[in-house]
Every structure is written in structure tokens, then in C-alpha cells.
């Protein structure tokens, strides 16, 4: 949605359509959209800066802006502990209020003291959701089209000019086990999950379940975000089609959505530019 966007906006004249099996219930819907750079194997780092960045300007932006209720951005602050010192993020210089987090701050944390360095910063939440109703209507005043349609091969898309390929082939389950599709709730990991955020939060204990969830995150080693020239099989309407790759930001997707997309419109325009 983020990519259809941003190319409407690049190139206003140009025809966009978003073609997805699942237009309503997406990974990007149930995510908690907190920004911060995560899970990204090899993907440079400096790519994931940028792209973090140019995401975060844009939040920051909408946070600011009367658009801020309908598309779910709000600040929050976050406090992130490591049982080891790690080097700062490169992020540390453009998230509000980044500094280490005291002694006195891990010991209310983490009173065990399990934990012998973190992070204080405030960041932005885009509640997913939200944020995708706001994404759905932005493209629709922009004139962008979208329709539910599984794509078996990408010869059925022949007849575009240039294709953007937002979809995923390897997949991280909701735990980080790599190669797990199993969607179903684990009593396990629910008890874990529970007990870690316990220990940070212990009120948490007479918190009502309201609801259980396992997404997927898209993963793979590194964001893939290239042009390729795709030849298509004998028979299809032309012999190649340019197809713009932006996929595979596992857990960071709503955190680099805004930058990778402002690429992705660029790949975009270069492929139109070529014909
Ligand atoms: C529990 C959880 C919490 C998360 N929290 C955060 C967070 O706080 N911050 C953050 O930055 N990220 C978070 N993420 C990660 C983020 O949700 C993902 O990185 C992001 O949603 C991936 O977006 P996507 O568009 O690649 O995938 P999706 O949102 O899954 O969209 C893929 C689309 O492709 C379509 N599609 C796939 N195959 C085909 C096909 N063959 N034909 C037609 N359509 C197809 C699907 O129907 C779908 O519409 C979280 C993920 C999970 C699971």
C-alpha cells in the first residue's frame, strides 16, 4: 500500500492498482507499528537508516498533522534492556530523547538484574490498522485502484507497465523460528510471552486476554529492493516485464515502509523512463 502510494504520488499521471489476495486482515493490519529498526539479517545498515529515517520523518510528520487520530500515530517512549553492553543503534541521533537508560531505571525494570545495560527513547506507533484504513484512503483519493486477485504467475500481469512486488516468499513465525507458518496459538509461547512482559510489567497480571493473534513476519536475509527485467513465458502479450522488488523487512516493516517505498517509486519511474 505504502509503495502504490508513494508511486502515485511520484508520478500523478500514472495508473496504480494494488492487487492483493488479502486486502483486509495483512500482517501490516495487526502489526503494533512501534518504529524500530529490527531483524533485518544482512541488509546494510546504512540502507536501513535511510530508509528508518525517511519513515520516521513521515510519522513524525503525521504525529504533528490534524491526519495524526485517523492514521494512529502517537508518541510513546520505550525503554529497551540488554543482559550485555551493545553499541548504540545508528538510529540514536534522530529518535527524540535517545540516552542510556540509569542504573536506578533497570533496577525498577528489571529487579532481578538480569539485565546490565538499555536504551531510553521516545518513538512513534502507527497502530497498523489504523494506519493501513488511513493508507486505503489516501490511495483512493489519489486515484488509485485496488483489487483482491491471488497472482499465480506473473505473466497474469502482463498487460502493466511496470510491476511492484510487495509480496513474500520466506517467512519468520511470530516467535522468530524461522520457517514456521503455524498460525495457531501456542500455549507456550503465550505463557512466555506473558512472563517476560510480567517481569517487566508485573500490574500486567490481572490484565484481561482480550485477544490472541500469530502473524507472520516477512523475512528473508536481507530487504530485497531492485529492478529486474522478468522475460515471461511464450504466449504471454510482451517478452519481459520490469518488476520492482520491495520485500522481506520482517520485523521492521511498518519502520521502513515510508523510505523503502520512496525507493520503490523511483525504481519506478526509471523503469518507465527505459521503454
Ligand atoms: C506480531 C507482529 C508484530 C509486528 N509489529 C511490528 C512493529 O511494531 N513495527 C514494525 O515496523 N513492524 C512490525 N511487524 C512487522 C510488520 O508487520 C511486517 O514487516 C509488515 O507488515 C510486512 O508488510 P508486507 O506488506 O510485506 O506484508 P503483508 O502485510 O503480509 O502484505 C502482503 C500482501 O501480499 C499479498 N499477497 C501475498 N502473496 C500474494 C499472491 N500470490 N497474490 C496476490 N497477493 C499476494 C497478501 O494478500 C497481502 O495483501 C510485526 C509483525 C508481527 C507478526
Redesign the pocket.
Known sequence: MTSALRIKQTLPAASVTV?????ED???H???????PYTLGDTPPELVNRWGCDTLDHYLGLYQSPEAPAAGAVLTSAYQLFRQPVPDPEWAAVVPHFRHMSERERRVLDPEGSHSHGWFYTTVITE?RLYMGWLVQQLAAAGGQRLA????AIEELAEHDVVVN???TVVLG?TLGPGDWDTTPREADRQRIFERACAVLPSLRSAELVAEWV????GRPSVRLELETVHLKSGSSKASLPVVHN?G???????LAWGCAGDAAQLVQEALGRR
Not at 486477485?149 to 499465480?152: A, L, P
Not at 502473524?215 to 516477512?218: A, E, V, Y
Open positions: 492487487v492483493a489476495e488479502q486486502l495483512t500482517t501490516s495487526c502489526a503494533g507499528g512501534l518504529w524500530k497498523g486477485q491471488r497472482v499465480q510487495c509480496t513474500e511470530g502473524g507472520l513476519r516477512p520485500y523487512h520482517g520485523g521492521a516493516g511498518l519502520t
